[in-house]
């Protein structure tokens, strides 16, 4: 896994046009900086490894542009050592930000392909992520309450399941919509159905977040 010094300039170029951007939380900058993108994606792609760009992976997928994935971990406004619930982990990128703010990362993946490649990549650079194959709609009770939720595909509305995994003054971060999505942070204030604080951050454009979990038999 080479981490060159062309690379690194090239991350280095990428944290400062976030910080352009208007990106201003330094543990998201320095963990952007850590995490070697181009890790994550085939080597065809290394050159555009740190324009900020969506670009494929597998299943159909995408890893988002590096602005976005800046977005939505400074809207988790998290501390270290808090509880994070991952819905999509795709090429793993967005996870290994997370690990390297210092965050307990739970992270589920639906697309069982896609899952067991990152799942080997993140174990061998060593990102101490908890990584599930099952159904983001449903995210992991059995391990929330969580601090925070980050979603990291475009939901048609917000998953109660999912909020009721917050703890109370826990924050989601969600796209949400069809065709027209917008970001949305919401703030769990109590227990109650009217407990929810919706703030909104504009338009986004994600993969669609998948349905019913099909395993294809496995």
Request: aromatic letters at 8%.
């Amino acid at each position: 896994m080479d981490d060159s010094f062309k690379h690194q300039g090239w991350r280095c170029q990428m944290v400062q046009n976030l910080r352009n951007r208007g990106i201003a939380d330094e543990r998201v900058l320095h963990a952007m900086q850590e995490v070697p993108r181009h890790l994550f994606l085939e080597t065809m792609l290394d050159y555009m490894a740190y324009e900020d760009r969506a670009l494929p992976i597998k299943c159909g997928q995408t890893i988002s542009q590096p602005s976005t994935v800046a977005f939505q971990s400074a809207l988790l406004d998290a501390q270290p050592e808090m509880k994070v619930l991952e819905v999509g982990t795709g090429s793993g990128y967005q996870t290994a930000v997370l690990c390297a703010m210092g965050l307990r990362v739970f992270t589920i993946e639906r697309q069982k392909e896609l899952y067991d490649v990152t799942k080997n990549r993140l174990k061998q650079m060593k990102y101490r992520a908890k990584t599930f194959l099952g159904d983001g709609y449903k995210g992991l009770p059995e391990y929330g309450p969580f601090d925070r939720i980050i979603i990291t595909c475009g939901a048609p509305e917000v998953p109660e399941e999912l909020v009721r995994q917050l703890k109370t003054s826990g924050v989601m971060v969600i796209p949400v919509g069809g065709e027209h999505q917008e970001m949305i942070r919401i703030v769990k204030m109590g227990d109650g159905p009217d407990d929810i604080l919706e703030q909104r951050y504009g338009d986004c454009k994600f993969v669609p977040m998948l349905g019913k979990l099909d395993y294809g038999g496995r």
